[in-house]
């Protein structure tokens, strides 16, 4: 692997997300979407945020995205803090960093023409001339699989997993190094989902982008990603190379999700982790754990003190206190209740 590949694209150091919102009849409470987040994406490698609804993994993508304003911390893209950039210098970077959207049904500009969604970020943003953004539109259509005559189309005449594809298209056209994908299979059918997936793989390995990638899906993330980080709450509780992640995860609710997931066979299904209960209330977290109350291994100590994501054995990480440094925790005493989910 070069230097180059090895460097970090993007860093995220202490990332906060906070909205002011009325709690009731009262007065404004602030919402604590996202809460000290930090993790790193080298170029070319593809990192998986999962996690239940609002646990903040799409806050916390908006936010590198700077579609939402962060609270605090920092954001480092190839070096500079997007939270730092404004007007001008932010447009600059734009073209570098894109995103595909969860809906292709609502993310489509409905009076646009096919052609022109794809070639909009190429207007907005200034790129090339006005022969080489339909060269890229040209070879666009072609490379995600949709046909020359098919530009002159409106969204409604396309399928939802063409319009992806469209979305797809319009996310690289201005040769992106960061693609932000939000959920962008969660609302096709199945058989098209494995289609979109495919193509966003082969895309990246052809034009070596990096992805940050959003997903509820365990399933999902393990085919795409490299890396996964396991959100809760708006925190990330575990944070691991996919292979040990799956192979055996640290924290209990990264168990629990894991011991969802469908074909796991009859000692997954023995071994579940049921979770009883609601997540706590963004706009008053718990002074410990916020995922005490619903885990099944809590203690005094993690009602009360907030654990922080530490390295334990292999390099793993992981923010529980059940877990030991050598990356054992309460529930492996139960055995080996998940099995590898294969590629």
């Known amino acids: 692997m070069s230097k180059e590949a090895e460097k970090n694209l993007l860093e995220v150091k202490d990332l906060r997300v906070s909205f002011p919102s009325r709690h009731g009849a009262g007065a404004k409470r602030m919402v604590h979407a996202v809460n000290d987040v930090s993790f790193s994406l080298r170029r070319g490698r593809s990192l998986g945020i999962v996690g239940e609804s609002g646990s903040g993994k799409t806050t916390t993508a908006l936010a590198v995205m700077r579609l939402v304003e962060p609270s605090g911390g ?13 007007g001008e210098s932010l447009r600059r970077m734009r073209p570098r960093f894109q995103m595909i ?10 009076r646009k023409r096919a052609g022109a969604i794809v070639r909009e970020p190429m207007d907005l943003l200034g790129i090339g001339t006005e022969a080489e953004r339909r060269q890229r539109v040209d070879e666009l259509f072609a490379r995600v699989g949709l046909r020359d005559d098919q530009k002159l189309n409106f969204p ?27 959920e962008p299979v ?7 989902q494995a289609q979109i997936l495919n193509l966003l793989v082969e895309v990246q390995e052809e034009f070596r982008l990096s992805y940050l990638f ?19 709450l708006g925190k990330i509780v575990e944070h691991n190379d996919r292979q040990s992640l ?25 071994n579940r982790i049921r979770l009883k209960g609601d997540p706590p209330s963004p706009f008053d977290l718990p002074k410990g754990c916020s ?15 907030r654990p922080e994501l530490r390295a334990v054995s292999g390099g793993r990480r992981v923010a529980c206190h059940r877990v030991n440094d050598e990356g054992i925790g309460p529930h492996h005493e139960f055995g080996e209740a998940v099995s590898r989910v294969e590629a």
Request: hydrophobic share 40%; net charge negative; proline share 6%.
């Open 291 to 305: 995922f005490a109350q619903r885990c099944p291994f809590a203690q005094d100590e993690c009602r009360n003190v």
């Open 101 to 110: 959207f969860q809906d292709p049904f609502s993310s489509l500009e409905p």
């Open 214 to 232: 959003i997903s509820h899906d365990l399933g999902v993330v393990h085919y795409v990603c490299d890396e996964i980080a396991v959100m809760y």
């Open 74 to 86: 920092s954001i480092l893209f190839d070096g500079v803090d997007l939270t730092q950039a404004k």
């Open 246 to 270: 799956f192979r055996q995860p640290l924290h209990p609710y990264t168990w629990a999700l894991l011991s969802a997931v469908p074909g796991r066979g009859a000692a997954g299904r023995q």
């Open 186 to 192: 969660s609302a096709l059918d199945v058989a098209i």
């Open 156 to 182: 409604h005449q396309f399928s939802g997993g063409q319009r992806q594809r469209i979305g797809i298209a319009r996310a690289i056209a201005t040769r992106p190094d960061l693609v932000v994908c939000d």
